[in-house]
């Protein structure tokens, strides 16, 4: 089981970024998924859910009718659009994979600069 995040990065206050999460290893259509995300000196915080057939869609209220989560199936990748992004929303951001055999990706960053 693995999952790889990509598409982090530095942008301007308002900016938007696409990350990726690759899984391999099983299909992300037998499980639920999720993105977190991490600010130096805060806790772990779950910013979006998505279920295993996609029908139940989850967020943090702070991150709502800005962030949307997505799927593709045939790729197998998991996606968080995020608009109108603020600095707040700086933090490294990791996939995650519902038990059983639970699994986080290795994290990637995002800067948002005011």
């Known amino acids: 089981v693995q999952l790889v995040e990509s598409g982090g990065g530095m942008v301007e206050s308002g900016g938007s970024l696409r990350l990726s999460c690759a899984a391999s290893?099983?299909?992300?259509?037998?499980?639920?998924m999720k993105w977190f995300r991490q600010a130096p000196g805060k806790e772990r915080e779950l910013v979006a859910y998505?279920?295993?057939?996609?029908?139940?869609?989850k967020y943090v209220d702070s991150v709502k009718g800005r962030f949307t989560i997505s799927r593709d199936n045939a790729k197998n990748t998991i996606y968080l659009q995020m608009n109108s992004l603020k600095p707040e929303d700086t933090a490294v951001y990791y996939c995650?994979?519902?038990?059983?055999?639970?699994?986080w990706g290795q994290g990637t960053q995002v800067t948002v600069a005011s």
């Open positions: 290893g099983f299909k992300i259509t037998d499980y639920h």
């Open positions: 998505i279920s295993s057939v996609g029908e139940i869609i």
């Open positions: 995650y994979k519902n038990a059983p055999s639970a699994s």
